[in-house]
């Protein structure tokens, strides 16, 4: 079983950056891919980045060149940094482990939301 825990969201200016942080519990962080999920007022959950075990990423379009994902395995740590954030940024970020080897679901966080204002 995986627990995840995320902080580091609030309300910020158009431009202005933020840096989430995801801790997990457990031993096995280290080989999961994590990522990060968001969901827009209204709107449904959408992916934002993904970093394997090994450290490969991918970003969704809208972020590319803005966010990066990047982990710390010795403090169970995932993180989103955001630059350059727009007010269609704002939504509840979610740290997610998906749900494949070594895990047989997948674990999400509660949440951590982010307000661009304009």
């Known amino acids: 079983q995986v627990q995840l825990v995320e902080s580091g969201g609030g309300l910020v200016q158009a431009g202005e950056s933020l840096r989430l942080s995801c801790l997990a519990s457990?031993?096995?962080?280290?080989?999961?891919?994590m990522a990060w999920y968001r969901q827009p007022p209204g709107k449904q959950r959408e992916s934002v980045a993904a970093?394997?075990?090994?450290?490969?990423?991918n970003y969704a379009d809208s972020v590319k060149g803005r966010f990066t994902i990047s982990r710390d395995n010795a403090k169970n740590t995932v993180y989103l940094q955001m630059n350059s954030l727009k007010p269609e940024d704002t939504a509840v970020y979610y740290c997610?482990?998906?749900?494949?080897?070594?895990?047989?679901?997948?674990?999400w966080g509660q949440g951590t939301q982010v307000t661009v204002s304009s």
């Open positions: 997610n482990a998906p749900g494949r080897w070594p895990l047989n679901r997948a674990y």
């Open positions: 457990g031993s096995i962080f280290s080989i999961l891919t």
């Open positions: 970093i394997t075990s090994s450290g490969d990423t």
